[in-house]
């Protein structure tokens, strides 16, 4: 009897818990459903066709929405426009991290940096290739020049 109690007491608390959890970080987010506490949206989902229920919460609350999956929100963005404007801003023109390439470069080329490091070595990359003759006149004439010779040693040596 006790124990019952007890087990009630500490549901209860759970609950409580994350139902405080849930709406405290709530005024920051987009509009969209109200979630289940610990179950979130995911009961208001058709899993069989998502497209669908995401087709009519986006009707009800506009292109761009927040679920929750769980006890996490995710910002949907629902059609071709919102997701062209998204994605031409500034906000999200960065690219997501990548913990163990990131550890290994420690943030530095082309290739895993993000930003404002990227952006310098970007450039850093391409002054060095002009000033090394890139998009000049006379790297491509020395290129085709060493091509016309290996052709020529080729049909030399019956290619």
């Known amino acids: 009897m006790v124990l019952a109690v007890v087990l009630v007491l500490c549901l209860s608390c759970l ?5 405080w959890k849930q709406s405290s970080g709530k005024e920051k987010l987009l509009p969209g459903p109200t979630p ?5 949206n995911t009961l208001q989902l058709d899993v069989n066709d998502i497209s669908k229920s995401l087709s009519n919460l986006s009707e009800a609350y ?4 927040t679920v929750y999956f769980g006890m ?3 910002v949907v963005l629902y059609g071709y426009e919102a997701v062209k404007e998204t994605l031409i801003g500034e906000e999200f023109s960065g690219r997501g991290s990548l913990p163990l390439p ?6 530095h080329g082309i290739l895993f940096s993000n930003e404002r ?4 070595t970007w450039c ?3 002054m060095t290739l002009w000033n090394f003759g890139m998009e000049k006149r006379s790297i491509e004439d ?3 020049e060493e091509a016309r010779c290996l052709v020529e040693e080729l049909k030399t040596n019956g290619g």
């Open 102 to 107: 990131e550890r290994i470069s420690k943030g």
């Open 142 to 144: 020395r290129v085709q």
């Open 62 to 65: 506009g292109p761009v929405f």
């Open 124 to 126: 850093f990359s391409l």
């Open 15 to 19: 609950l409580l818990l994350s139902l």
């Open 72 to 74: 996490k929100p995710t």
């Open 36 to 40: 289940l506490p610990i179950l979130g």
């Open 117 to 120: 490091r990227w952006k310098e």
